[in-house]
């Protein structure tokens, strides 16, 4: 696809958005949705190549991730935080929570519009386990994803917006309208459907996680799962579960 034009909004500051979630979400749909609107540049996942080259885990493509990021968190850190790139208005931040190692200031976020992205532990692990066998709930991201919530709760003083990934697939539209004016933009339709293959903004990682969503035009249908999981994964998600339940009550749409 042709690299949409820059498009500068003078009379709306500029708003950078911070969507964390845990892998094996709808967090790479949810980031083309949102790169298909003319006001907004993304970034896939800038802590990754950190994250690989401080844990040493053996991820797919590993090396590879690292040799193409910054693994200084200061400077992507900065780089988040600093001038949105290529003109626009709207920078938006598909991040996963597990990235953001503990050594991390979380002081960085609360210059970001912080969302956060949730799906059962169960339905994760169902299709992590297809991508990598070796997991455990550290990977998941599910505890960490609940301390970047209580630390953007106790610095705004209110609830961010949360999503969760199976009611966000039953109604995409109105769910998409209801975030755009929790952060005080428009919705926009195209939000809704993209063309069809890879993008440059992709990480170097997506020939190994991206299939499903490089053949997608859209939001897939939502449909009900219930992973019938060995006894070693329903024990991760077990201990995934109270993180998952912290934040779901407070979900937009309920």
Known sequence: MASLKPVLIMDRPSIRVAMWSGPRNISTAMMRAWEN?????????PLYGYYLSRTGLDHPGAAEVIAHQDTDWHRVTAGLTGPIPDGRAVYYQKHMTHHLLP???LAWVDGLQNCFLIRSPEAVLASYVKKREQV?????????????FDHVCQCIGRVPPVLEAGEFLKQPGPML??????????YSERMLKWPP????TDGVWAKH?????EASTGF???????PQLPSGLRAIAAACRPYYERLYPHRLGQ
């Not at 293959?197 to 440059?200: I, L, Q, S, T, V």
């Open 103 to 105: 050594e991390i200031d």
């Open 220 to 226: 897939a249908p939502y449909v009900e799962r219930n």
């Open 209 to 213: 996680w991206y299939a499903a969503v």
């Open 177 to 186: 309208e209801l975030l755009c004016r929790h952060l005080g933009l428009d």
């Open 197 to 200: 293959g890879p993008r440059e």
């Open 37 to 45: 609107r003319p006001d907004t540049v993304v970034v896939d996942e």
């Open 136 to 148: 455990n709930a550290e990977d998941l991201g599910f505890r960490r994803q609940a301390e970047i």
